[in-house]
């Protein structure tokens, strides 16, 4: 079976209480804030964040960028993220979210990555346009492939326009199905369409077309179900993120919840 992760970007509006009322970057801002501290302070906060997800029944975790950003992370700062995840007997997946725009930016994120174990950066950075020679010899050294993150792209058409020549292999998919929901796209088509470039997969809910309003597995129009048993009929083998960042509650339920309908749809 695929090995199911826990997003921690599902914790988004966590650090503001649950209420993210002005959009995204303000949960993602004061995530990054309550993380970026003395490694005697970061370390048990970011314990407290892989108990969490041990607790749910999770053994794979997608490290959020603002939980330990590489623009600020130390060598002491992932030593004790690291020791952490030994401890709950966690395995990293992906380091996921934005990985600058700059070759230092990058040069960080991919040495991070390499620290934690894991092989995808999941997400996006302005390099795949400007400096996308620099990427793919980049990746290479490090041993790391790039999965592109979609968000305003509405169709797998957009999607490989990104992926281009696939840089020799390094670059490839991390498909959020959340957003296909959002542009009303069959996103368990988007998977079959896309499956010779699946590097890692997002797998979300949303509530309704034309908006973003993440939900539980099934409660939303995006074909989930469909969506996990299309990736095990096409073979694939990476890691599936369980994702779910509502706004204005605690997802923990409803992610522990989804991750147990994703395994019986796998089994």
Known sequence: MNTISFMTANYVAREIGYRMTDGWMQGQEATDAYFEQPVE???????RYMADVRGLGFDAVDIWIPILNPVWATAEHIAAAKE???RHNLKVVSLAGGF????????????????????????????????????????????????????PEK??????????DGGDGTIGLAVDTGWFGTYGFNAAEALETLKDYL????????????????????????????CARTLKRIGYRGAIAVEHEPHDYDPSDDVRISAGMLRGWLA
Request: proline share 4%; aromatic share 8%.
């Open 41 to 47: 302070v970061f370390a048990p906060r970011f314990d």
């Open 84 to 86: 952490s995840l030994a």
């Open 100 to 151: 600058g725009d700059t070759r230092e930016h990058f040069e960080k994120s991919c040495r991070l990555a390499k620290a934690l174990d894991t092989t995808i950066l999941g997400g996006g950075t302005g390099l795949l346009y400007s400096d996308r020679a620099f990427m793919v010899d980049t990746l290479k050294a490090h041993g790391l492939k790039f999965g592109f993150e979609n968000h």
């Open 155 to 164: 169709n797998p058409d957009e999607m490989m326009e990104k992926v281009g």
């Open 199 to 226: 590097f890692h997969v997002h797998l979300k809910d949303v509530r309704a077309p034309g908006g973003h309003e993440t939900c539980r597995f099934g409660e939303g129009v995006v074909p989930v179900e469909a």
